[in-house]
Structure formats: C-alpha cells, structure tokens
DNA sequence: AGGCAAATGCAAACGATTTGCAACTGGATC
DNA sequence: GATCCAGTTGCAAATCGTTTGCATTTGCCT
C-alpha cells in the first residue's frame, strides 16, 4: 500500500464514520487530495476532480472540502488576498512562509515559538484555540544579482 | 493638542501628502479612526462616520480606507471569517489575539517571537515582507466555572 | 468667480463561497 | 438482487464583503 493510498483511506474512513456517503465525486476529490503536495484552492483541486470525474460541480467540491474539515482531516487556510487553499493533515502542525512574489508556499514548524504564543496566551488568561502565523516573504537578493 | 487630534493630524496629512483632498466625508472618518481604541470593521467605521456626515456613502468609506492603508497610516486586518477590521499605525507593531467566543481583539507584542520569524526566514533564503501571527483563544476555564 | 480634476453616491459588478431545490443514487434492508 | 429513502448531486440563484462605472457634485488652485 502506498502513502496516497494510505491517505485516501484516512480520508475516505473520516468521511464514512461521519456518516457521509463515498459518492464518486467524493471518491475522486479524496484521491486528488491525497496525491496533493501542495497547498491547491477549491477551483484547482475542482479541475483536477474533473479529470476524473468529468461534470463534478464546484458546489460538491466546496460541500465536501467542508465535510473533510469538520472532520478534522484535511485544513483550510486563508492566505491574505487570495482564495482559501487546501492541505490534508496527515503531516505535524507546521506554519507557512508565503512567496508574495510567486506564491509559493513552504512549510515550516519551530517549537520555541509554539511554546512563546502558549506563553503568551496563558499570561493574559487565554487558551489558545488555534493559531495563525504566516510569513509573508521575498527570496534574499543575493550580491550580484539584479531583482528587477 | 489632545492625543486624538495628533492622531486626526496624522492622517490628514498622510492623505495630503498623498495629493489626496480632504473633503467633509474623509474628514469625518480621519476623526472616527483617531478616536478609536478598538479594531472596527468598515460597516462599524461607516456608522460612526454618518454621526457627522449623515448620507456618507459606504463606497466613500472603503475608498478612503484604501487610500489610508496605502499610506501605511492604518493597517487592514484580516481575521479567520470575519470581514476586515481597521486600527491605526500610530502605536509600534503588535500583533493579535482573537477571542473566539466574543470577537475581541487583544494586542500583544514579543521580541523574542519576532527574532524567531526572521532567524527561520533567513535560514531559508527568505526576507520577511510583513507577516501575520494571531491567537484564536477563549478564556480560561477557571476552577469551579461552568463554561456552558 | 471660474474651471477642472478629484471625489461623491448610487447601483451594479465582483469573486469566493453557500444555499434551495428538484432530480438522482448509494447502500442498508428485505 | 429489487426496493426504498435519506443523503447527494448539479444547477442557478443568493450571499457577503468589497470594488467599480458613471453621472453629478465639490474642493481648491488661479
């Protein structure tokens, strides 16, 4: 069994114990996600769903992307400015460094910080719920190269 | 000069600066934003601003608060499903605590968190543009409270 | 006072997401 | 394996926050 075999499985069982039925639209948006290593908005992985399933509508997509979240198995983040994207959650908490240039998001998680903002928070009477840290960023100049 | 006229003075200016006129309507909203201690959104900034300048449009409103945050007099925040709320940048960076059960904001700041992002963004190749951490936090449950 | 670019209010457009609804279908039950 | 029905679908329309086109008004420089 492979890994995005394995995470249509967690995804497929999450949606099941739910009480949701496995419909061919949700069969192949399940498939898309696991096989996703990226961070793709509802119209991407809409796009990708059609290959297989072609007519799947976006509602469905938006429908069962909330389903996944309820469920806790899939997260949606809100970057500033653009569409909502999504990511299975198979992987460790981690935070997101935001290429404003080209978009690109990279993944990054640094426990010293995760224990300061439960410091933070507890100091003023507060649990933290959830929390968002996004780093906006721009590739170094390096010496000698021009960024036009 | 009282604290909130240094402030309406503040934005003004920034607007002049900017080639920008200073009409009833923007007047109006400089002042309303001076006075703020809270983060309001437009609708709410809107409403306070018909206080003095009753019939001024919501458009006006948005429009002004553009041209504001182009200047980098006030700042737009985007909090997790709410619409964008507003503060001016008179006080030094801070960032933000949201309490999930009531809405309201608290400000927060830490050397020690800021030096983090930077050090990661540079491990990586990165210059931080701006960046983005919120608390989504609830009170702490205290012993012998019931919290429905 | 005169003139013109900039600003206004309105209504309509916008983009992302959600929803109402009638037709369809998974999958438990017989 | 046929039956059944709540859950699901696709569609179109609604939603919400925000932006924009446009005809009219207004700051403000001369």
């Known amino acids: 069994m492979t890994k995005i075999d394995r995470r249509t499985e967690r995804l497929t069982d999450a949606l099941r114990r739910a009480g949701v039925r496995i419909t061919r639209q949700r069969a192949a948006l399940l498939a898309v996600l696991a096989r996703a290593e990226d961070h793709p908005e509802a119209v991407e992985l809409h796009r990708r769903a059609e290959a297989q399933v072609p007519g799947i509508s976006l509602s ?30 198979e992987t460790a908490h981690h935070d997101h460094m935001i290429d404003v240039d080209t978009g690109e998001v990279v993944e990054f998680a640094n426990d010293r910080i995760e224990r300061l903002q439960a410091e933070i928070a507890a100091a003023l009477g507060y649990d933290i719920v959830h929390h968002r840290l996004e780093l906006y960023v721009r590739k170094k100049a390096r010496p000698g190269t021009d960024q036009g």
Chains 1, 2 share one sequence.
Not at 60 to 86: D, N, S
């Open 60 to 89: 469905t997509v938006y429908r069962t992307l909330t389903a996944l979240e309820a469920q806790g198995v899939i997260q949606r983040h809100q970057f500033a400015g653009t569409p909502a994207r999504f990511e299975h959650t």
